[in-house]
């Protein structure tokens, strides 16, 4: 019987073409969605990947068979495949491997109005549907198929996320941007055309098998071009996005990586001024600063564990305004609940360039404690190493523990949290602190217990 573990993931399909996928399983794909989602039309898009056009054919040739109209956007970002969802109002999916090496490939799927597609929101379903088929041979096509049709989108993306920040009246900013050979390189100069903005263009240039570095900016070691930029340059900021370029982070006036904590906060601040009271919600690896800010600004912040399913549930269940993940990624609210890179990206531009001080000093506010990042170590029983932690934080005076997502220990100075890896044999320490010395202090003796 054939098995997709390995490719279908908690909230997409991901693997080696065409080792571990292929045009034919994705036009099973595209069959399998249009039969669990029910829907008569459908939007596709996809990446700059050598392998995803003929992946995104194939899938839109299997959701047809099944009696779906299919409109294809043809190259894109994820955010703009979420706002084709959410304008026309239809099922979507978007092949993109994300920020993963160039022989993987993927899709992301959602529901009309960009809505999750995760394992308890279709995707098993899905899954289980593509296994029987691949074994049992594909159905009939239904007596009215559907049709394939063209649509470019990207223009009315950007009207979209330009009518929600306004960037007209700022001062005029140097922004380098590293599009890391990625789909920012397709958006960001039509988003950004006509602004007061000087756009210094790093691997701008469409290309899957990414020359430069890989798409992701999470390691530190691909945004050093960006870093070097910026102080060469002079420039006001550096933006680096992801392969799929639904993620953005930043680096200030000093080429500095801000933390995507401290741009949750500050986005959190400015939508907050736009919908006062409203909820915020940030994952439990985000900075205590997060919550502090909405607090100040008169929000309401909802901790949720890590993952961008839960994140989507609780702003859909909350009326949330505003989501924001320390690993970059940022959800709004006036976005269906999807989340998009640009759109805090712009945030960011329209704060610095609406007074006058460097960015350095602008985040200083919402930067407020010492973190460690995120530290992984490589263990060969998660579940013993999590209990050893357990145990050695159990019953110590004035510390807390909570199980929401892995292990988080909270004292009145510190806190860090312990999770486990999907996907690798690995647990994930996130530790900060109100000072350097003791989060270093606090990491040191639990990296002690991980890695005993």
């Known amino acids: 019987m054939t098995d997709l573990s390995q490719i279908v993931k908690a909230y997409d399909v991901r693997g080696v073409v065409p080792t571990q996928w292929d045009e034919t399983l994705a036009e099973l794909f595209g069959a399998a969605f249009a039969e669990i989602t029910g829907a008569d039309a459908i939007v596709t898009g996809h990446d700059m990947r050598p392998s995803s056009p003929g992946l995104s054919r194939a899938f839109a040739r299997g959701a047809a068979a099944r009696g779906a109209d299919v409109t294809e956007i043809g190259l894109c970002s994820t955010d703009e495949l979420y706002f084709a969802s959410g304008a026309l109002g239809l099922p979507g999916a978007m092949f993109t491997a994300s920020h993963n090496p160039a022989r993987y490939n993927g899709i992301k799927m959602c529901r009309a109005g960009a809505a999750p597609v995760g394992q308890d929101t279709g995707l098993a379903e899905i899954r289980a549907l593509v296994e029987r088929w691949s074994d049992e041979g594909a159905p009939e096509p239904v007596a009215e198929t559907g049709s394939v049709t063209q649509r470019d989108v990207l223009g009315d993306y950007a009207a979209h996320l330009r009518g929600l920040v306004d960037l007209s009246g700022i001062r005029p900013l140097k922004v380098v941007v590293d599009a890391g050979n990625g789909m920012g390189g397709h958006t960001v100069p039509t988003v950004f055309e006509g602004l007061p903005l000087e756009l210094d263009a790093m691997y701008f240039e469409l290309d899957g098998s990414f020359p430069n570095h890989e798409a992701n900016p999470l390691d530190p070691k691909n945004i050093v071009d960006l870093q070097a930029r910026v102080r ?221």
């Not at 939508?271 to 309401?300: C, D, F, Q, R, Y």
């Not at 999770?419 to 040191?444: F, G, I, M, Y």
């Open 232 to 452: 060469e340059t002079g420039a006001d900021l550096g933006l680096a996005f992801d392969g799929d370029a639904d993620r953005c982070f930043v680096v200030d006036e000093m080429g500095d990586p801000v933390s995507p904590s401290a741009i949750t906060a500050l986005v959190a601040a400015r939508e907050l001024a736009k919908h006062p009271g409203g909820t915020v919600i940030h994952n439990l690896i985000t900075s205590w600063s997060v919550p502090e800010v909405v607090k100040e600004n008169g929000g309401a912040p909802v901790r949720t564990r890590v993952g961008h399913s839960f994140i989507k549930e609780e702003m859909a269940r909350t009326g949330a305004i505003f989501g924001g993940e320390h690993s970059a990624h940022y959800y709004f609210r006036d976005f269906w609940n999807a989340d998009t890179g640009m759109l805090a990206a712009m945030h960011v531009l329209a704060a610095l360039g609406g007074q006058q001080g460097p960015l350095s000093q602008l985040v200083a506010q919402y930067d407020r404690y010492a973190a460690s990042g995120e530290i992984n170590s490589t263990v060969d029983d998660q579940t013993g190493r999590l209990a050893a932690i357990k145990a050695a934080y159990a019953g110590r005076a004035g510390v807390t523990l909570d199980e929401l997502d892995g292990l988080t220990v909270t004292a009145d100075d510190w806190w860090f949290n312990v999770r486990a890896s999907n996907t690798e044999p690995l647990l994930r320490l996130n530790v900060e602190a109100r000072d350097r010395a003791t989060a270093d202090l606090v990491r040191d003796e639990a990296l002690g217990i991980i890695r005993a």
